[in-house]
């Protein structure tokens, strides 16, 4: 068995706010001097843990010990990076992670912070002999495919954030030499009545929509893998409890 730890802390965002439904979100704006922290700058020397992880030393002095680093099979550089999902803007922690600001945004992470920061995981691996640990993103386009130019929410995105998309991560013109070395399919489905008699819809709605996301994929990165989960319905799940 293998491991695959999260390096996907690694961002923080600015604060500018949308003005929009949910005043707690934050949509990064991709002109402005967003931020990449590896060591959890300003405080790198700090023995404890402020608004992220010290990823760079967990590298160096954990992942890389030759009795653990045959056991780590990739890191996990983004987890559905193109949809909003909690990041410290602060350089603070604070022990309620579901709180929202000053401490919590809910925020994408524009492609060219992940571009930069497979940039520098990949420089940091290769310098400690550790370049067979895969950089990994993985993205999702529930319930429909994920191709070059697919908008993932097009009522919400259209007005806000269309820098952000699925396709983006692993899209060369985009993500420059910084292509990650796996990607992940993470897209799940809630299946509709009568789903087996779906026509498959012209903007890629379908509860096959995966497995055309995997062909499309690879012809961008060489590794692809689908993720399968299997869950209750969530809301008859709390009607029976």
């Avoid at 967990?58 to 030759?66: G, H, N, W």
């Avoid at 940091?124 to 950089?135: A, C, I, P, R, T």
């Avoid at 990994?136 to 806000?160: K, P, Q």
Wanted: glycine content about 4%.
């Amino acid at each position: 068995m293998q491991y695959i730890p999260h390096l996907r802390t690694f961002y923080r965002p600015d604060t500018v706010f949308n003005q929009g439904t949910y005043p707690y979100y934050a949509y990064p704006n991709i002109i402005e001097d967003d931020t990449n922290i590896y060591d959890f700058s300003p405080y790198p020397d700090d023995s404890n843990c402020t608004a992220r992880p010290n990823l760079d030393k967990l590298i160096k002095e954990v992942y890389s010990d030759p009795n653990l680093k045959d056991v780590i099979w990739g890191y996990y550089m983004t987890e559905e990076a193109s949809y909003q999902h909690f990041f410290n803007p602060t350089d603070f922690f604070h022990p309620d992670w579901n709180r929202v600001t000053p401490f919590n945004i809910n925020t994408e992470v524009p492609p060219i912070m992940v571009s930069k920061a497979i940039e520098h995981f990949r420089q940091l691996n290769d310098s400690l002999g550790l370049e067979k640990n895969k950089l990994i993103v993985c993205e999702a386009n529930h319930g429909r495919e994920i191709f070059d130019s697919v908008i993932e929410h097009e009522s919400i995105d259209t007005l806000n954030n269309l820098g952000c998309q699925p396709w983006m991560y692993i899209y060369p013109p985009i993500m420059g030499n910084n292509m990650p070395d796996v990607f992940f399919d993470g897209s799940y489905f809630s299946f509709v009545p009568y789903w087996f008699e779906q026509n498959y819809a012209n903007k890629g709605f379908h509860y096959l929509g995966n497995f055309k996301t995997i062909d499309w994929a690879y012809t961008h990165v060489n590794e692809v893998h689908d993720l399968i989960g299997i869950s209750a319905n969530w809301y008859y799940t709390q009607k029976i409890l």
